[in-house]
C-alpha cells in the first residue's frame, strides 16, 4: 500500500488531508512533534476504505512514499530542513500559506522567496516539490459526509510530479485535482487562500473552489 506523510498533521487541514486519502486507500502516518497526540487524533479519524490514518513522529512521516507539509507557516522550513536528508527525492506536497490575520480578514504575508512552495522547494534542493490543498475548507475536508465537491488547484516545476499528486487527489471524495502550472504561480494562488477564508468568515459559510469549463 502507497504511504502519505503528513508533517503537523494533526491540525484541521492535515485531518481533512489524511482521512480522504486514507479513505481513498492510502496508509497515512499523521506526523507531529508530540507523538502521543498524533496517535489520539489519529484514532479520532474513521475512514471509509482500505486505508488507515496512524500517529506518528514527524520523522516517521518523513519515510513515507509521499510527504505532505502541513505545519504552521512559520515552522515549515525548520521542520523539512531537518528532515532533508529522508525527503531526497521524494515528492513533498505543499500546503503551507502564510498569512496573517487583520480584523475579520486573513490577509497574505509574501516570504523572501515570494511563496511557502518556493521556501519549502529552496530548503529541499535534491526534493520534487508540488503545491496542493491550498484553498479547502478544513471541517467539510474532515466530514466524509459533507457534499464537498471542490477542485484542487496544484503547481510544479516538475510535470511528472505534478501528474502523479493529480491521481492521486482524483482518487480522493470529493476532490478533483486541476494543474495550474508551473511554480511561479505559487505565490498567486497561496495568496488566494486569504481571498477564501475572508469570504468564508464574512459570510459565516464554507465555501471553496469550483472552476467551470473544464472538460474533465
Not at 467539510?140 to 459526509?145: G, N, Q
Not at 459533507?146 to 480522493?172: H, K, R, W, Y
Not at 475572508?198 to 465555501?207: A, D, E, F, Q, W
Request: aromatic share 4%; net charge negative.
Amino acid at each position: 500500500m502507497t504511504t502519505v506523510g503528513i508533517l503537523g498533521g494533526t491540525g484541521p487541514a492535515g485531518r481533512g488531508v489524511a482521512i480522504r486519502l486514507a479513505s481513498a486507500g492510502y496508509d497515512v502516518l499523521l506526523g507531529s512533534r508530540d507523538v502521543t497526540r498524533a496517535e489520539v487524533i489519529a484514532t479520532s479519524l474513521l475512514p471509509r476504505g482500505e486505508g488507515v490514518v496512524r500517529g506518528a513522529t514527524n520523522e516517521a512521516a518523513a519515510d513515507c512514499d509521499f510527504v505532505v507539509v502541513a505545519t504552521p507557516w512559520d515552522s515549515a522550513v525548520a521542520t523539512v530542513r531537518s528532515l532533508k536528508g529522508k525527503l531526497v527525492n521524494k515528492i513533498v506536497i505543499s500546503m503551507v500559506n502564510a498569512l496573517t490575520r487583520e480584523g475579520k480578514e486573513l490577509v497574505p504575508l509574501f516570504p523572501a522567496r515570494g511563496s511557502m512552495a518556493a521556501q519549502i522547494s529552496f530548503a529541499l534542493p535534491e526534493s520534487r516539490i508540488v503545491g496542493a490543498f491550498h484553498h479547502l475548507p478544513a471541517g467539510h475536508m474532515e466530514d466524509l459526509d459533507s457534499d464537498l465537491d471542490a477542485d484542487v488547484i496544484i503547481f510544479s516545476d516538475d510535470e511528472v510530479a505534478l501528474e502523479e499528486i493529480a491521481t492521486m487527489i482524483n482518487a480522493m471524495t470529493g476532490l478533483r485535482a486541476v494543474i495550474a502550472g508551473s511554480m511561479s504561480l505559487a505565490s498567486a494562488i497561496e495568496a488566494f487562500t486569504g481571498v477564501c477564508i475572508s469570504v468564508n468568515i464574512r459570510h459565516k459559510t464554507h465555501s471553496y473552489v469550483k472552476l467551470a469549463g473544464l472538460s474533465h
